[in-house]
């Protein structure tokens, strides 16, 4: 064994490298706005080639109709996740509707009013409406325009054996499901703590079109008449200008154990919330506005950087899960899309984000507490809007420190679990992807975010402009991509079997959707 090895296994206490470290399970979701040529959002249905967007296990819509969200299977395999990924994109492009094409950056296209913005329709069941009334209410609390910005989730968890393996490693008697959700929790809080570094590594958001602002308060500069972004920004999505409310400050999420989340999360699903009783459950007509009046309608719509999941039968709600079976996998939300990448990811990055990820989790994670939440939210805010900033100072443990000394600190330290995953694989490619993101911290203007705004600048481009060239590019890439045959064959099952599962569900609807609104509204857990 080699003395890096041993230092690295030294450093999180371990004995060994098992080779079943190398089988983490990985999953990716990637949101996309369909756009017109002329760089609008488009208007159109969701494509009938692609199946239903309620029952397609690969292919649905998040908030809008015009936003797709491609889903790859979980795998242990990084090469066959981008493959799959990259072929769920070439069947989406050869089924878009003439001249429609994926817009390929975070924020928005040419997007001027709410009425612009299609909410995303799946159909007549009790369970589709209520998709369909959950994006209507979001859109009387936040506003439309907030739920147009797409980015990357990223799915990953660790397979039982190296449960099994690390519980004996900590010589821990708790049952298997207790272990590794204190674990998932403990990689949650450090996650936290560290997220600012992925922010600032793979920002790619540091401007927007003007008519995203309309009528909002900013504090953004003017880069062309078009244009407005922060001279250092790495990722406005992540900012005021994206998921932020002050409802969503109200509430405190703790992740000290699973009850302590399960109960902040149930408080604001049974909890009224003033402004949204003005909106009011009804207008004046009847028409439903949103699904309820308390301060989050359903656990989805509170807005965090990762979030801790389960998979179960449909209608179970998530806390429900969580609280049955414990955290089977975690979600990474704080990722942009990459417009010079065709996928917005590529093998790099998840070599990276494997090696941050198995750092939070086993590296040293103290109970979190209300000071530190505040010394987090603010360190994220700053290296939002001004990341790139020479000499920018951050926050950690009280004690100022600049961004460039604490993320090159933090590297070397995630440069362990990068060694414990190579020695895992037999490869290399962890340290390597390692080294890729120190230069960016050594010279900023590698980062996504600064390559965005010199390209834009150098080619007196608008933000739109700069969108609709390198969306135009990526069709062109994958236009000119064959996919298999027998992965084309999966494909069209797939979305004839969604349409076929939708249309068997719907008809064996046998409740009004008032009577199941109601039953959903009255929560217990």
Not at 139 to 157: D, E, K, V
Request: glycine content about 6%.
């Amino acid at each position: 064994m080699s003395d890096t090895l041993q230092e690295s296994l030294d450093r999180f206490r371990l004995p060994a490298v098992k080779s079943t470290w190398a089988n983490i399970h990985r999953g990716i979701e990637k949101e996309s706005l369909r756009v017109t040529p002329d760089g609008r959002l488009a208007q159109t249905e969701h494509p009938r080639a692609l199946g239903s967007a309620f029952t397609h296990p690969y292919i649905t819509t998040d908030y809008s109709e015009a936003l797709l969200e491609l889903i790859t299977p979980v795998s242990d395999s990084i090469t066959e996740t981008l493959s799959f990924l990259g072929d769920l994109h070439k069947y989406v492009y050869s089924n878009l509707p003439d001249g429609e094409r994926l817009w390929v950056s975070s924020m928005p296209c040419l997007i001027e009013s709410d009425e612009q913005i299609p909410l995303a329709r799946y159909g007549s069941s009790n369970m589709g409406q209520l998709k369909t009334l959950y994006r209507e209410g979001l859109g009387h609390r936040y506003g439309r325009l907030m739920q147009t910005i797409a980015g990357i989730h990223y799915n990953f968890s660790m397979p039982d054996n190296f449960w099994e393996q690390y519980r004996e490693m900590q010589g821990s008697s708790e049952d298997l499901q207790t272990f590794r959700t204190r674990n998932y929790l403990h990689l949650i809080r450090n996650f936290h703590r560290y997220s600012w570094l992925l922010v600032y590594l793979f920002g790619a958001s540091p401007a927007v079109c003007k008519c995203f602002t309309k009528d909002r308060p900013h504090d953004l500069q003017e880069l062309d008449e078009w244009t407005l972004y922060k001279p250092h920004a790495t990722c406005l999505r992540m900012g005021d200008l994206g998921y932020k409310s002050d409802a969503q400050r109200s509430i405190f999420v703790c992740y000290n154990d699973l009850n302590n989340y399960i109960d902040s999360l149930y408080s604001a699903l049974i909890t009224p919330y003033p402004p949204y009783e003005q909106i009011g459950a009804t207008d004046a007509s009847g028409k439903r506005l949103q699904m309820n009046t308390n301060l989050l309608q359903l656990e989805n719509e509170f807005y965090a950087t990762i979030r801790p999941k389960r998979v179960g039968e449909g209608g179970q709600r998530p806390l429900q899960l969580l609280k049955a079976g414990g955290i089977q996998y975690i979600e990474v939300r704080a990722l942009d899309l990459n417009p010079f990448l065709p996928l917005g990811i590529d093998a790099e990055q998840i070599h990276f984000l494997d090696a941050f990820l198995l750092y939070c989790l086993l590296a040293e994670s103290p109970e979190c507490h209300q000071a530190e939440n505040r010394e987090i939210e603010k360190n994220l805010s700053l290296t939002v809007n001004r990341g790139r900033e020479p000499g920018l100072m951050l926050t950690r443990e009280g004690e100022a420190i600049s961004l460039q000394q604490w993320a090159t600190q933090l590297l070397g330290d995630i440069r362990h679990s990068a060694k414990l995953l190579d020695s895992a694989h037999d490869t290399t490619a962890y340290n390597s992807a390692l080294s890729q993101q120190q230069a960016k911290v050594d010279e900023p203007e590698n980062t996504p975010s600064a390559k965005i705004l010199a390209m834009m600048k150098a080619q007196q481009m608008p933000f739109c402009k700069f969108g609709m060239q390198a969306s135009e590019n990526t069709q062109k890439f994958f236009k000119e991509s064959a996919i298999d045959a027998a992965r084309l064959a999966e494909f069209k099952a797939a979305s004839q079997h969604s349409v076929d599962e939708h249309t068997a569900g719907e008809a064996a609807e046998d409740s009004s959707f008032d009577e199941f609104l109601a039953r959903w509204n009255d929560y217990h857990i």
